[in-house]
């Protein structure tokens, strides 16, 4: 199951549907692109800016998920110039539909180049992006 950002971070710290969360990536495989690394750190030094981390539970997090990176539990698919390319190709698909962002679409491209089941996100615009490209999804 190939999961984004806004599912990691549901995964990683505690939100009112992480739960639901964990009962979906439950038992899968999980991949993401290697962009997540950047992505989830940026995503909780923010929770940390707005007081809802303390930094040593910021730190523990990340040294979780490092872990999870180095024991292959996650496994990041490597961002290079040919999804970079498919990414800017996934945009002009979607558009005017979707106004998809840069991000986002280097998340659909890594996912539509691999095989890894279905997509998991709770960003709309690529769950709409990822609909108008019949790109399966884990929930909708």
């Given at each position: 199951?190939?999961?984004?950002?806004?599912v990691f971070?549901?995964?990683y710290t505690q939100e009112?549907?992480?739960?639901e969360c964990e009962g979906i990536v439950a038992g899968?495989?999980?991949?993401?692109?290697e962009?997540?690394?950047?992505e989830l750190w940026s995503a909780l030094l923010a929770k940390e800016r707005s007081g809802k981390m303390r930094p040593e539970?910021?730190?523990?997090?990340?040294?979780?998920f490092e872990m999870h990176v180095l024991d292959e539990v996650v496994e990041l698919i490597e961002l290079d110039g040919a999804i970079v390319r498919e990414a800017a190709e996934v945009m002009a698909r979607v558009h005017p539909h979707v106004p998809l962002r840069t991000l986002d679409a280097i998340h659909l491209a890594t996912f539509a180049g691999?095989?890894?089941?279905?997509?998991?996100?709770?960003?709309?615009?690529?769950?709409?992006?990822?609909?108008?490209?019949?790109?399966?999804?884990?929930?909708s």
């Open positions: 199951m190939y999961l984004d950002t806004s971070v549901k995964l009112p549907d992480s739960a899968n495989k999980i991949v993401s692109s962009l997540l690394y950047a539970m910021r730190q523990r997090v990340w040294e979780v691999i095989e890894a089941g279905t997509l998991f996100t709770n960003d709309r615009r690529m769950i709409d992006a990822a609909r108008l490209l019949a790109l399966p999804l884990a929930r």
